[in-house]
């Protein structure tokens, strides 16, 4: 690769084992979910199983705590368990992706590893940054090894987009069908609709705009990172839109982050069913899925919310956010599901069953793993001084306090009956799963010393403590 990827590589190197000690001090580093070795992270990005490893990559701004350049940080596993860090995938290192490498997706083949991403470029000079200023490049890597970069190539840019889009187009998730390449692309038109761009392509090279994916109604301003994949027979078309207008549980956050069921083909007739988000937490942004060797779908998210105004005090030891842990798929009952990979639960230690019946007290790790089945028509459980998830009239809360809550109030997914839950807590996360799958909510928090646990209701639970996934980090100069 390129002498200024070799140096960029150094450099994130030197910056990486600077920080090391004052980041892997901080207790709210968490056991079980990914992280970036320091500085800031997002979306995560070319999510794939290539050569007998899975690829996790996400945006890494090591340089800022605050965003900033970004490069492609990169894991990868075997397992989903022992992790191992490999030198930044993709680097700016080219005059149109050179104000950082934003999200994009991997396509495994035979001979090599595809990587799909946007190149993103600032113009100087006065701009509003939206019709004019911003270069939305989008480029390929080829990686022949899964580890080392080979080559890149720029593939389309502003000018070859529908005349009818703004300067902002990003995020490509490619994949492969029926033997063609298809890529969709999240776009803003000039006039302020979200909408994704459909490509096809006869090799990972030449692209084509077949067609544009929108509703029929104007749905936010701006799609990001849309995917589009089956599941059990079921299309799904997943966005993140920004600007959507609140509506019932749909919108509680800055931004949103869910699907529409797609029927029909997507390249010929078509229809897009009801909006539902993926999860109804605080925190969960930018999912992309991949299918595993074994055909499971499975997805990630980006721990956190752009523009949510709830903090992290995290920052002040050089590190902010995380993504939220592998989870599977499924359409069942005209909706998707999603559960933690069977994976996890490996790193489940001290099996505690607990009877409750009025009100229970336990002390619990700061990385547990609970399942609770639930009798009656009221249920809680209550991080005292820091969180409440509580099921009462059908309806599951999950409330953050102060000083956990950094922002954070309260979320609410009307459930009429909860018979299960599923809840994933480590050191400043929790994740609900409700019946199954069938809603999900995440939040980051940030409570002190151990956590004292009640259960509030009828039913019995079954506490874990979890083990922390093992995570090898790269040796510094061994790049
Ligand atoms: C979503 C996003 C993407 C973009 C990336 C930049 O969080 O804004 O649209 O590619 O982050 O880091």
């Not at 298809?182 to 761009?197: F, I, K, P, S, W």
């Not at 994949?229 to 993140?240: C, E, W």
């Not at 207008?245 to 869910?258: L, R, V």
């Not at 259960?455 to 510094?476: N, V, W």
Request: aromatic share 12%.
């Amino acid at each position: 690769m390129n002498r200024l990827h070799k140096d960029l590589n150094t450099l994130v190197d030197r910056v990486e084992a600077w920080e090391h000690g004052r980041v892997s001090a901080d207790p709210y580093r968490q056991a079980f979910h990914l992280m970036q070795p320091c500085g800031w992270m997002n979306d995560p990005n070319g999510l794939c199983w290539y050569r007998g490893l899975y690829h996790v990559c996400y945006q890494y701004s090591p340089f800022n705590v605050a965003g900033g350049l970004g490069f492609w940080g990169h894991w990868s596993s075997p397992d989903l368990l022992h992790w191992q860090q490999q030198p930044v995938l993709l680097c700016p290192d080219q005059p149109w992706d050179l104000h950082g490498v934003y999200s994009g997706s991997a396509l495994a083949e035979d001979d090599a590893l595809y990587l799909f991403y946007t190149g993103n470029v600032r113009r100087l000079g006065d701009h509003d940054y939206i019709n004019s200023g911003r270069g939305s490049n989008t480029a390929v890597g080829v990686s022949r090894d899964g580890v080392h970069l080979d080559s890149k190539k720029l593939l389309l840019e502003n000018c070859d987009y529908p005349a009818d889009v703004s300067n902002h187009v990003r995020d490509p998730k490619v994949w492969k069908q029926d033997g063609k390449y298809y890529m969709v692309l999240g776009a803003r038109t000039r006039d302020g609709r979200g909408e994704a761009l459909v490509y096809a392509a006869g090799d990972p090279y030449h692209w084509e705009h077949i067609r544009t994916i929108s509703t029929p109604e104007p749905f936010g301003y701006m799609w990001e990172c849309p995917d589009l994949f089956r599941v059990d027979g079921q299309d799904i078309l997943a966005v993140s839109p920004q600007g959507i207008a609140p509506h019932g549980e749909i919108g509680q956050n800055a931004y949103s982050c869910g699907y529409f069921p797609l029927r029909g083909d997507f390249r010929g007739d078509y229809a897009l069913g009801d909006y539902c988000e993926f999860d109804s937490g605080f925190d969960y942004y930018a999912q992309q899925s991949f299918e595993a060797p074994d055909g499971r779908r499975i997805a990630l998210g980006w721990m956190a919310m752009p523009d949510s105004g709830c903090g992290s005090p995290t920052a002040a030891s050089g590190w902010e956010h995380c993504l939220s842990v592998p989870r599977e798929l499924h359409w069942k009952d005209g909706r998707l599901t999603a559960l933690p990979v069977r994976e996890l639960e490996q790193l489940r230690v001290n099996e505690r069953a607990v009877v409750f019946s009025g009100s229970v007290r336990q002390t619990l790790a700061r990385a547990a793993d609970i399942e609770v089945e639930i009798d009656g028509d009221r249920f809680a459980l209550v991080w005292e001084g820091a969180a409440a998830v509580r099921w009462e009239n059908g309806v599951l809360t999950l409330a953050i306090e102060e000083p956990a809550a950094f922002g954070r109030t309260a979320r609410k997914a009307a459930i009429p009956r909860l018979h299960t839950l599923r809840v994933l807590v480590d050191h400043s996360s929790i994740e609900l799963f409700a019946n199954g799958g069938e809603r999900v909510m995440s939040t980051r928090f940030y409570p002190q010393g151990e956590h004292a646990l009640r259960l509030e209701g009828e039913g019995r639970a079954k506490l874990y403590d979890m083990r922390a996934m093992e995570t090898k980090t790269i040796q510094t100069g061994a790049r």
